[in-house]
């Protein structure tokens, strides 16, 4: 699953309660309002279902491990879960993206104009094929022309 600037805060904050608890779940993000002295969280309205796809990111990272009861799916905590909030978290892993992302725009621009190139060169070869053969033939003249001059001179 790919995920955009907005789902990086709720992805962080996911990952924080996954390191401080050992697992998270959707009860974990409702009851973040409700904890008024420690406000570390303006929550975003996200229904349960869109909450647990970001697991999915967890998954597709090996950094979290979906377990799934009757009563609620929770992320739990792996040996990767905490470097890799070290290395950055989510927000370094949203920059990577970004730049494989430019480097790929960049990559396809490239063979476009290559392509561009390509054509162009292969549109003009007759031209030059014939330019080319004009040029020997001018060649071939001059040097009869010299040769015709050095038995005439030598007579």
Not at 7 to 18: C, E, H, T
Not at 68 to 80: F, P, V
Not at 94 to 105: H, L, Q, V, Y
Not at 131 to 146: W, Y
């Amino acid at each position: 699953m790919d995920f955009n600037k907005n789902d990086v805060r709720v992805l962080d904050f996911i990952l924080d309660k996954v390191i401080e608890n050992g697992q998270s779940s959707y009860d974990d993000f409702l009851n973040i309002n409700l904890n008024l002295e420690k406000k570390e969280f303006e929550a975003p309205l996200i229904d349960e279902e869109k909450f647990e796809s970001y697991f999915y990111v967890f998954e597709e990272n090996n950094i979290g491990e979906i377990h799934r009861l009757k009563e609620a799916t929770y992320i739990k905590k792996t040996i990767k879960t905490q470097s890799f909030k070290d290395n950055g978290g989510f927000m370094s892993l949203f920059n990577e993206k970004i730049k494989e992302k430019e480097f790929k725009n960049i990559e396809r621009r490239s063979r476009e104009v290559n392509l561009e190139l390509a054509e162009k060169t292969l549109k003009e070869f007759p031209k030059t094929k014939w330019f080319a053969r004009i040029g020997f033939g001018i060649a071939v003249i001059l040097a009869l022309k010299e040769l015709i001059m050095i038995f005439i001179v030598r007579n």
